[in-house]
Structures are given as structure tokens and as C-alpha cells.
């Protein structure tokens, strides 16, 4: 079972760039399709982009698509998110998430998770207006 943590948040200035790392600490190595999510106070939690485990499959939410960009490491046991030109409505807590794949799937990538699912505590990301 993994256990993810998220890193690389923080206060930024509107335009600026950051780039958030996702990593198992239980260092597993069994297939994972992996993706982002945020939640601002008094909102549902949205999704952001999603990867496979190849990494050769990615999603990205409206809102994003040309500014972020979601990539693994070769091991595939962390996940990164970069954010670029961030803008106001960017801020919020960035959840990192996992979905446990068969082989089968390994090109698959999932824009929703159960909450069973395997998710880290969080990062927060503020954009400053």
C-alpha cells in the first residue's frame, strides 16, 4: 500500500511557476496510475491532470491544459506537476492521488478516484492577485 506525500507548494506571484513532486514513501513499485486534484474552502475537490503508469497517457482539466504539465520519474515512483503562469484561481490545497492498475491498464488514466483510493495529505499552492 502506498503512502504519498506532496511537496513543492507554496506562495507565488500571479505569472510565476512552480512544479509540485508526489513520492511514495513506502518506495512500491507496483503499478499505479497517478493524478492531481485541488480543493479551495467551500469547494468540491477538482480534478487537475492524471497520468498512467507508463506515463505515456495524460489528462489535463480545462483550466490547465497549456499551463500545467503532469510527468513520472523513470522509476515511476513519483509523480510531478508542473504549473506554469499560475494564475488567482489557481489557488488551492493540491492533492496528489493513486489507483492501483493491472498491467492490462497500464496506459490508462483515471480523472476520478474513490476515496478509498490511495491520497496524500496535501500541498498548498497560493497565488498572489
Known amino acids: 500500500q502506498v503512502h504519498l506525500v506532496e511537496s513543492g507548494g507554496g506562495l507565488v506571484q500571479t505569472g510565476g511557476s512552480l512544479r509540485l513532486s508526489c513520492a511514495d514513501s513506502?518506495?512500491?513499485?507496483?503499478?499505479?496510475?497517478m493524478g492531481w486534484f485541488r480543493q479551495d474552502p467551500g469547494k468540491e475537490r477538482e480534478f487537475v491532470a492524471a497520468?498512467?503508469?507508463?506515463?505515456?497517457?495524460?489528462s489535463y482539466a480545462d483550466s490547465v491544459k497549456g499551463r500545467f504539465a503532469i510527468f513520472r520519474d523513470g522509476a515511476k515512483n513519483t509523480v510531478y506537476l508542473q504549473m506554469n503562469d499560475l494564475k488567482a484561481e489557481d489557488t488551492a490545497v493540491y492533492y496528489c492521488?493513486?489507483?492501483?492498475?493491472?498491467?492490462?491498464?497500464?496506459?490508462?488514466?483515471?480523472?476520478?478516484?474513490?476515496?478509498?483510493?490511495?491520497w496524500g495529505q496535501g500541498t498548498q499552492v497560493t497565488v498572489s492577485s
Open positions: 497520468i498512467s503508469w507508463s506515463g505515456d497517457s495524460t
Open positions: 513506502e518506495r512500491t513499485y507496483s503499478p499505479y496510475a
Open positions: 492521488a493513486a489507483k492501483p492498475v493491472t498491467w492490462l491498464r497500464r496506459n490508462t488514466y483515471y480523472t476520478k478516484l474513490a476515496d478509498d483510493d490511495n
